[in-house]
Each structure stands twice: as structure tokens, then as C-alpha cells.
């Protein structure tokens, strides 16, 4: 298993806690265009522990695809690039390794599912053939028994009749049965880590709930950690054991998910909360947060979120507030809060 | 689009519809962006087109006068050449810079009038059918489809002996097949133009079906049409000198290049520049209206952006 | 599936009536059929026999039928100057047009899909700009002009140089195939590459792209497994195109390179007036055109298990 880089400087092991998965520190991502340089991770850091499930919540644009894709490395080029930072991954960088290297890590320690289940799967080979590569490469198995484990992953995601499914192609699955597919896809190599983006978002209401449970009991049965990005607050009430919210290209705070219901910190953690529907609450009107996240490309100075906050100040105008701890591993960066 | 990676150039094409009243502001639009059109296949297309327009005025001799004497001169830079005939002389002593002239003038022209008259029939015929559907669409579009299944120049040679060749012999029979190729392309528009919000309004207050087809979907296939014609001509004088070439296009003592080309076939050991000429005036020709063509397309339609 | 394949079908017997029609018309548009369809030198007895035969005095419609029957039944009628059944000439010329159709193919094959591949990976890049010459020359060149300027450097010049030379005409072994290939597969390169160009790079943006190298894939299976099967699609639906292509060009290869197939016999019929051999040229190549596409519509449900099991 290469787990190991082959830096001639000592690496300082980062993984001190020896429950930390995965340690990001500092990640920068930026798109590269002719007219500007648009910065979608500028400057992210969270912590991913064994067993944990973290969500990663914000609004379109706010850089949580783009974080999961640059620790992946699966960053589209050309245009993007990951321009600084570290993604420290049981006892290695995943962000200064060669390709080679990280790819014996992508779909063996770590599994992604994504958005669309209609355009992630290809259309032309057949579910079983897309869902043995993994098991075929990083498992080694060959002939009956990676038929075997097929229908294993297959049954684990709770496909019916998998014997029958396995040689059906993607557009003869539902969109929700084509989402466990997936699932399956990144699970049969039992992965450390599974990072979730918005796999229920283009799911019908009722097969999200279904989805969202499954990989829940999976991940209770395996102790695999989960990402899950998302923008629905629900799910992270269901799931996650921890919050990040990401606002412009940064995490504004980070918290254990009872803590950041009961006692969110940052504004704007706050107003998402509020923006909430709560059954049984009587309100006037939905509560919107005013005006829409910035454009990638004309993001304010200091803190990105004045322009919406209702309780600017001149220092947000001005600086980027610096990370504040709330106790724990949990953290917020405002100046409302500064110590 | 899920599924798909955005890029920067997804992101603000817009497709505003367009009508009649427009059509005046995209005339301008036009004409001021052909500023930034591609410098050298443009320049290219505007000499042909002036050799075309001012021929007489331009080439040195008569194109079709012959000089025995003077036959099978070489180019100037060649020993034996003359500054009399810059490309040479065939074997009939006439100069074969001014046939080329002259030649541009009978593509461009022979071009011109097969797209006018096979587009109109195949854009109406094309809006019609796909406007209407039904049986008279299925009427239209299955003989369309008959048609692009033939092989143009086979037929064409069938055609050519019961009716003999010569210039509008060749307009004739080019015309219905540039016809299909137009048809095909605006029913397919058509159809998803139909559907959209202003067609729908128009149906609404009462707008006959001719004026809708008129008023609302013609001036939206515009563009599209504009960008096939360029390429059809092209296409056409491919198609064109390839007849004359086989000596049943249009017919000597004309200076149809393709007729040029394939006189100087036997001497091609001896006199290479009667055929290599006019070949790269037709080469020059469709290059340069391919890559304007091409460049049209991304300014008219910048999400389709292709090769 | 069936119901795309049944109107498929449909339209290739409209395809074939139309052409049948087309030709049978012109035919009789000359003024006087016998003198296109009767050889002149027959013994006046045989002459009506044929007329009849042919039914020139009987209705269009009992004519077309007539027609239609001989043409089912693979008689072409007789060679005018050649006094032989033109199904016969025919078939003798099939296989020289067929083997350099096929040596066409595999050229344009051979360099359109991989700088496709290549200009689609690499966009933007040196390659790309290359690829994109490469295919506006193709499509730009007169084919004729190419062979005759290719007879020129290869056939001539090399040979004037004492160099190593290609054989200017006639069909024999490989070497006389490699001018008239290439003069005719040069144009179809282009197209072949535009369109693996441009359905790579439809792929290329896609999820699955994504997910393959998500799974850890290595980028050549990623591409070559993944991205081409998806990307040929499209191409496949283009090899009915290319066959026309070739058969239209053929015409004038075929003159250029004194190349015995089916393109010469009907140009020399032509300036003959030897209207049987040119009919049945056309309708045979026609014929032949709309059958290939039919199997292309049938290759391409298959390949796409979309079409295979969605309802229409």
C-alpha cells in the first residue's frame, strides 16, 4: 500500500492526533481565465477524524466541490489549479504527491460520489463492469471472485436482485437506484474516507431520506468517515457529527453539529439557520439573508461577508478576521467574536 | 447542464429572440464585427470577390483569345517566361493569370445563384415543414432525406446526359440537392424554436401561421442559414470544379477552373502551372471561405463553438 | 429500438423508390428512350423485341414496373456499345472502386481518429492548431488537383530525379494504391477528426470522466476505455457519409489515376452515350449507398445501449 511520500525533507507528522484522518491546512484553489484569476478555495483548513462524519455546508460557489475535487486531486485542468496548501492523509501529503501515487489512494482509502447519478455513471459499459474496476485494480481480484464482491457491494447498498441488475446498463436504473450504484462503486473497496458532494440534491424528497439513511447505516457499520457536502441543513442535523460552513472560498466556522444549531457564532451561520423553515414556528415571511454570496471574480476586501452582515464593522471591511477559537476543535473567524 | 463542467463561456451567451425590428440592429452588429474578422481569409474572399466584380478591369489579357505562338510559356520566374503572362500560358497561348480572373467570376457567381435559389426553396421548405408537422412535414422531410441519400455527382451525371452541360445545366441540377442540404438543417431549428415563449404569445393573439413562420422563426434561423451558406459555397465550388473538371460542368472555351485544371493534365510533366494555378485559386477559394465560415459561426453562435 | 429500426427502414425503400424513379425519368426525359436504351446496331426483329420488353409503348407506371422488376431481378439491361449485360461490367469493376474505397478508409482512419484524440486531450495546444490546419486543408483541397499535383511530385519529379517513384496509373499491386488512397481519403480525414475531436471533448467534460479517475483509473484507461467508445459514437453515424464520399469522389480519382472501377465506366459512359451502363452504375452505387446506411442506423442502436433499450 503506498502510503508513504518519498520527500527527502523530514515530514513532520501531522497526523499527531492519532484519530485524524485527514488534516487539510491552508488549501487554495484558483481558476485561471483570461480575464481573471477567480480564487473558489482561498485558504481552507479542516479536520477529519476516523469514524467522523463532517458536513461541509454553504451556498453555490462557495468552494465546497472544489474543495473535495483538489483533495482528490481530480481539479479540472486545464484553468484550475490547487495553488497552496496541504492535505495531510495517514501520514502523507496528498497534495505534494506525484499522480501516480495519489492514484493508488483515490477509489482504495478515499471514494467520492457525486452529484448527478445520470452523468456520473458511463453510459455505454454495464453497472457491473463500472462497479468491478475499483475492486479489479485495487483489490486485485480477478475472475469469479470479483464477480463475488459485485454483488457484494451490489447487496450492501441494497440493490434488488443484483444478479440480475449487474449486466443492466445505468439508463435502466431509477435516479435513486443509480445514486446506491454509485455508492456501491466507492464502498467495495471499504475506503477510509467517502466524500459525499450533494449526492441527494437531484433525488426526489422521498428517495433522499432513503439515501441519506443507507449511507448512514453503512458508515456506522464500516467506521468509514464521511464528507458530506451539502446545503441543506437538514441532512447535517441527520448525519453529520461536525459542521463546517463555507462562505467565499473560506470556512467561516466550524463546529460540532449540536453546538451550531444551538449556538451558531458567525453571522452567517446564523441567518442560514434562520432561513430555515421550522415546523411549528409561526412566521410572517420566509427569512432570506439579503443580497447573493459575491461573484468569484469580485470578491470584497476583509471579511467577504460584510456586505450582507448586518452587524458590519469597519475592521470587516478592511481585514480578514482571524481564527477564533470556540472551544474544542470547533472555531469561527469574525471579528464579533475576536477574543 | 448538470453533469457537465462550467466553464467560463456557458455562462453569458444569450439567446434573445429575434424578430424582424432586430434584424435592422444585427445588420449593424454584423457589419461592425466583421472588423474582427480573421484578417487573412477575409482579405483573401474580398480579392476573389473583387477579381470577380472588376475582371475586365483587373486581367491583363482576354481569357479566352488564343495566341498559338504564344502557347505553353512559363511563368515569369521560370527561363522562357515572359512579364507578358506572370502564371503562364496554356496550350491554346492564353494566359493563365487572366483565366484564373476570369474564373472567379464564373464559381462565384454559378455559386451564388444555386444558393439563392436552392437556400430560399430549402429554408422555406425547411420552416414549413418543421412548422407544420404532420403529414406535410413528413411529406417534406422524407423526399429531403431522399434526396441527401443520392450521390451528387453520379446523378448529376445522369442528369448531365439527357440534358446536356453548361453553366445553367449545372445551376439546375445543383440547386435541389443544396436545397435538401438547407431544408434539413432549418427543420431541425424550426422545431426547437417552435416551441418557444414567443412563438407560443404570437399563436396566442392570433397570428396566422404564415406570419409566425415570417415574422418570428425566420429571422431566429437567420444566423444559422447565414453560417451554412458560407460553407455551401465552398462546398459548391468543390462540387463545380469537380463536374468541369470531368468535362461535364461547364463547358470550354470558358475558364472554369476545375475545366482549367484538367486541360492541364496532359501536360503536367512539361507544363505543371496550367493545372497548379487555378487548383490553388479553388484551394485559396474554399479555405478561405471554410475559415470565415467557421469564424461567423463562433460570432453568431458562441455556444456552439466547434473546430 | 424497433420502432427507430422500422422507420429507418421505411425511409431506405422511400430513398430507393425516389432514385429508381429519378433515373427511370430521366431516362424517358430524353425524347426518345429507344435511342438511349436500344443499342443502334441490332437487327431491326430484336429491336422491337426489345422495345417491347422494355415496354416503351406502354404506360410510365407498366414502365416503372418493368423497370422496377429488371432492377430486383439484377438486370441492368444491355451495354449499348458493349453489347454485354451491364451487370456484368459492373461487377467486374466492384472490386477495383471497393479495395480503394477501403484503402481510403483505413487512411483516413488511420490519421483522423488519433489527431482527433490528440487535438481533443491537448486542446489549445500546438497539437490542437496543427490538427485544425490538417483539417481545413482536407476539407478545402480539390480532390483532383491533389491527385494530379500528387501524380506531379511523386510520379514525376522523383522519377525525373532518378528517386525512387509511385506509379502513376492503372490498378496492380500496393504501391499503385497509395496516390488514389490518399487523394481520396485526404478530404474524409478532416471530417473524421472535426468529429472525434468534438464528441472527445463532449466527453471529456463529462461526470463519468470524473468518477473513472475518482476510482483511480490510470488517465490512459480513463481515456481509451472510458472516453473513445463514448466519443466513436457519433463517428459511426459518420461512416455512412464517408462511404458517399467515396463513391462521389471515385468519379474523379478513378479518371485521374486511369483506375478500372465502377466511377470510370460510368464517366466513359457518359461521354459515350451509353445510357444503360451509366444507369446502372447510379443505381447500383445508389442502391449500395442507402443499404450502408441502413446498416450504419442498425450499427449504431446497437452500440448505444440507449437507443437498444428505450422506448422511442
Redesign the interface.
Known sequence: MSGQTDAALPTPDKTADADILLRVEGLKTYFYTRKAVLKAVDGVSFTVRKGETVGLVGESGSGKSMTC?SI?G?VPT?GARVVEGEAWFGGADLLAMNKQDL??????RM??I?Q?PQ???????TVGNQVS??IR??LKERGERVMARVMDALRAVRIPQPEVRVAQ?P??FSGGMRQRV?AA??LSTHPELLIADEPTTSLDVTIQAQFVSLIKDLQRESGTSVIWVTHDLGIVAQCCDRVNVMYAGRIVESAEVRKIFKAPQHPYTKALLNSVPVKGVKRERLYQIDGQPPALESRPSGCPFWPRCPHAMDTCKEEYPPKTSTGGDDFVHCWLVEN | MT???LHARDIGASAAPADTASIGRQLHTALSALKRAPLVPTSILGILISFAVFAPLIAPHNPIKIDIMANLTPPVWHEGGSSQYLLGTDKLGRDVLSRMIYGSRLSLSLSLIVIFLGGTTGVLLGMISGYLGGFVDALIQ??V???L???????A???????GFGFWNVVFILSPFIAARFARMVRGETLSIKERDYVASAKVIGTSKAGIILRHILPNVANTVIVLATLEV?HLI?VE??LS????GIPPPNPAW?LM??E??EY??TA?WI??F??IA??AA??SL??FG?WLRDVLDPRRK?? | MASYLLNRFA?SL??I???TI??FL??R??GDPAA?LVPDDLPEAAVIELRARLGLDKPLIHQYWLFVQDIASGDLGMSIKGHRPVIDMIIERIPATFSLALAALVIAMAMGIPLGVL?AVYR?TFIDRVA?VV???G????????A??L??FFG?FLFEQGLPSLPVSGRGGPATYIMPAFAMGWAVTAGV??IT??SMLDVL????M?????????ETTVIWK?AL??AL?PVVTYFGLII?AF??GS??IE??FAWPGL?RL??VA??G?D?PV??G??IT??VF??VI?LAVDILYAF????IR??KQ
Not at chain 1, 492514484?103 to 482504495?108: H, L, P, Q, V
Not at chain 2, 441519400?149 to 446523378?155: E, F, N, Q, R, Y
Not at chain 3, 476539407?139 to 491533389?146: D, I
Not at chain 3, 470524473?210 to 490510470?218: D, E
Open positions: 475535487l482528490m481530480l486545464p492514484r493508488g489512494y483515490r477509489g482504495r471514494a467520492m457525486m448527478d452523468t456520473s455513471l458511463n453510459p455505454v459499459y474496476e475499483p485494480l485495487h446498463y439508463h435502466q454509485v462503486m466507492g | 453533469g457537465k463542467k422524407r423526399s432525406e431522399a434526396m441519400a443520392l450521390p451528387t455527382i453520379l446523378v451525371l445522369v442528369f448531365v446526359f439527357t440534358f465552398g468543390l470544379s469537380s473538371f470531368l468535362g461535364v476545375g485544371v484538367s492541364g493534365r503536367i510533366a505543371y493545372s497548379l487555378p487548383g479553388i484551394l474554399v479555405l471554410n475559415l467557421d466547434q473546430l | 425511409q422511400i430513398n423508390f425516389f432514385i429519378l433515373v430521366l431516362a426525359a430524353t438511349a487535438s489549445d485544425k483539417a481545413f486543408l476539407q478545402s483541397t480539390p480532390p483532383f488537383w491533389l494530379i499535383m501524380i506531379l514525376v477528426l472535426r475531436r468534438s467534460d463529462s461526470d463519468y470524473t468518477m473513472a479517475r475518482a476510482k483511480g483509473l490510470s472510458h467508445r463514448n459514437i458517399a463513391m462521389n468519379v474523379v479518371q485521374v466511377g460510368a464517366l457518359v461521354t452515350r445510357f451509366v444507369q452504375v447510379v452505387v445508389g449507398l442507402i446506411n452500440i448505444d445501449p440507449r433499450y428505450t
